[in-house]
């Protein structure tokens, strides 16, 4: 099956410094992914849809320029945590879509986990 | 709207029990229904998937049963075994005006030896 990596697995930063943290599809083009927000226990919250060559497309309630997303390529879109707070600690999956196999499957990361002192 | 209710929040069962987990949505756009596991620090995995103009899916020992007219939609997990404990999360996908994907709250199940 189709793979997505993320890069780093955790991270631990302090605050008011800035993240980035990726995500790859291994396997195939991905030209739409998906990047969400996982806190304790609780579900999956899309924040952004990203595009390859274009802008993503961010959620109600999530702060763009505080979660700045690139998808320059086919197999890499990137998530930077500007200004970072404890607040932003949490657990940030991305997912993937490709074209190839199906229209609505998609393939998750194995996930980021954040923390921020 | 775009809600998926997902209940229980909980589920313990015995070994070879029948775990069932059900969902509902309002949004009759949402027209792919997908069901994945996770497990602890890890990302979610797809498990089975059904389309509304299905009634019942079967894979392994996972099965979707899908009331299109009820818009409920539930996953029954035959003979659960202790790697079975996960939490469960059903989801809804919707293509007009740009593919999403709803997550239900979850189900945490555990799965006694």
């Known amino acids: 099956g189709a793979v997505v990596s993320q890069h780093p697995s955790w991270v631990i930063c302090k605050s008011g410094t800035s993240v980035k943290i990726e995500c790859r599809s291994l396997?195939?083009?991905?030209?739409?992914m998906f990047w969400y927000r996982q806190f304790p226990k609780q579900s999956l919250m899309l924040m952004a849809t990203s595009n390859e060559g274009s802008k993503a497309t961010y959620e109600q309630g999530v702060e763009k320029d505080k979660f700045l997303i690139n998808h320059a390529s086919l197999t890499l879109s990137t998530l930077t945590v500007t200004s970072a707070h404890p607040e932003d600690s949490s657990f940030y999956i991305c997912?993937?879509?490709?074209?190839?196999?199906?229209?609505?499957?998609?393939?998750f990361g194995p996930g980021t986990r954040l923390t921020v002192t | 709207q775009q809600q998926v209710k997902q209940s229980p929040q909980s589920l313990i069962v015995q070994k070879g029990g029948i775990p069932i987990i059900n969902c509902a949505y309002e949004n009759t756009a949402f027209d792919y229904f997908p069901w994945y596991q996770q497990f602890p620090g890890k990302g979610p995995a797809l498990l089975i998937a059904?389309?509304?103009?299905?009634s019942e899916k079967k894979e392994g020992r996972f099965t979707i049963s899908f009331n299109k007219s009820a818009k409920q939609f539930s996953l029954h997990i035959m003979d659960s075994q202790p790697g079975d404990s996960a939490t469960y999360f059903c989801a809804a996908s919707i293509k007009t005006g740009g593919f999403k994907t709803i997550f239900g709250a979850g189900t945490r199940l555990f799965v006694k030896a």
């Open positions: 059904i389309r509304p103009d299905v």
């Open positions: 396997d195939f083009q991905a030209t739409t």
């Open positions: 997912s993937a879509r490709d074209p190839g196999t199906g229209v609505y499957e998609q393939y």
